[in-house]
């Protein structure tokens, strides 16, 4: 099981929006949520947000109300939606998938993205 991360640009001004989209090769029936993490230079991996399969979101404080996470089940697709995005967000982004039956991450490789101010 692979993810494909791709950004829309990976360099904005503070203010500005990017999309990313993660795609699934082969099958997720047990992934369980999938959502996105990031590690901003220097720091910790972090949960930016979560989707689970009926819908149901979960964002981490600094996003709430900019980025919005959603996914398309007939594709195995999923997408962050990065509005008013600012230099804090600057980060090297994942996505990720968890098997639900066995709690393994599954990650794809990191794309940089760049808020310059």
């Known amino acids: 099981l692979r993810f494909s991360c791709r950004v829309g640009g990976g360099l904005v001004q503070a203010g500005g929006s990017l999309r990313l989209s993660c795609a699934a090769s082969?099958?997720?029936?047990?992934?369980?949520?999938v959502g996105w993490y990031r590690q901003p230079p220097g720091k910790q991996r972090e949960s930016v947000a979560t989707?689970?399969?009926?819908?149901?979101?979960n964002y981490a404080d600094s996003v709430k109300g900019r980025f919005t996470i959603s996914r398309d089940n007939t594709k195995t697709e999923w997408y962050l939606q990065m509005n008013s995005l600012k230099p804090e967000d600057t980060a090297v982004y994942y996505c990720?998938?968890?098997?639900?039956?066995?709690?393994?991450?599954?990650w794809g490789k990191g794309t940089l993205v760049t808020v310059s101010s």
């Open positions: 990720n998938g968890v098997n639900y039956l066995t709690s393994v991450h599954y």
């Open positions: 989707i689970t399969r009926g819908g149901i979101t």
């Open positions: 082969g099958s997720i029936f047990s992934v369980n949520p």
